[in-house]
């Protein structure tokens, strides 16, 4: 499985924009960028995923470099509710399964 | 709309003993896979059922088996239980051209 790099930690301010980077140095033509999040005792929860184009939901948007090699997830105003691991997968099929790295820890301040 | 429902919440089993967690997938899923996840680490796949066969199995050994039943459902059973098998376990469905998981809140085993 081609391998992601995201940060540890990153803290953001309360409706203010968050940027999270994930670097996929080996990512290949045929690999989806998948972004989930877990929140604390919860299971993960699907935020956003792309190919090739940004793509924008209602959750957040998906800025990916035009060589495809990192990914950046935007928030644009983080909330309380923000707070929790922010994980990047590259996932080659639309079926198989999730690799998940560390993640990144999401802290949002009042 | 019921998301992915798991049982038990919590379980407390024994060095050497077998455990059976359950797992009922979101409404018209028919894809369910589990995970494990240790304190502190990103959840690790252990296998995925489709058509009730394994389809896809992680780094696994043979002690963790699972099963899925003819209205989707699943078991992920575990024998001969270590300390190393403390951790949550999470049960994730989608449909087979899907593209998100969906997932449940997990169970927590504690091997004591």
């Known amino acids: 499985d081609a391998k992601t790099t995201q940060p540890n930690s990153m803290e953001s301010n309360e409706e203010e924009p968050v940027h999270l980077p994930c670097n996929h140095s080996t990512i290949s033509g045929t690999d989806y960028i998948h972004w989930y999040r877990q929140l604390p005792s919860q299971g993960p929860e699907y935020v956003i995923h792309g190919l090739t184009s940004n793509v924008n939901n209602r959750m957040a948007s998906l800025a990916i470099a035009e060589d495809r090699k990192s990914s950046t997830l935007i928030l644009h105003r983080a909330t309380l509710r923000d707070a929790a691991v922010y994980y990047c997968?590259?996932?080659?099929?639309?079926?198989?399964?999730?690799?998940f790295g560390q993640g990144t820890i999401l802290t949002v301040h009042p | 709309d019921a998301g992915v429902t798991q049982s038990p919440t919590h379980l407390i089993k024994t060095r050497g003993q077998q455990v059976t967690l359950r797992c009922s997938p979101k409404?018209?899923?028919?894809?369910v896979s589990w995970y494990q996840q240790a304190l502190g680490q990103g959840p690790q796949f252990i296998f995925q059922?489709?058509?009730?066969?394994?389809?896809q199995r992680g780094n696994f050994p043979d002690r963790f088996s699972g099963h899925q039943f003819p209205n989707y459902s699943s078991e992920l059973n575990v024998n001969a239980l270590l300390l190393g098998d403390s951790a949550l376990y999470l049960c994730a469905s989608s449909t087979r051209g899907g593209y998100g998981y969906t997932f449940g809140s997990g169970t927590r085993l504690t091997v004591v």
């Open positions: 997968i590259l996932r080659g099929t639309s079926y198989g399964k999730l690799t």
């Open positions: 059922y489709y058509e009730e066969e394994e389809r």
């Open positions: 409404s018209g899923h028919d894809t």
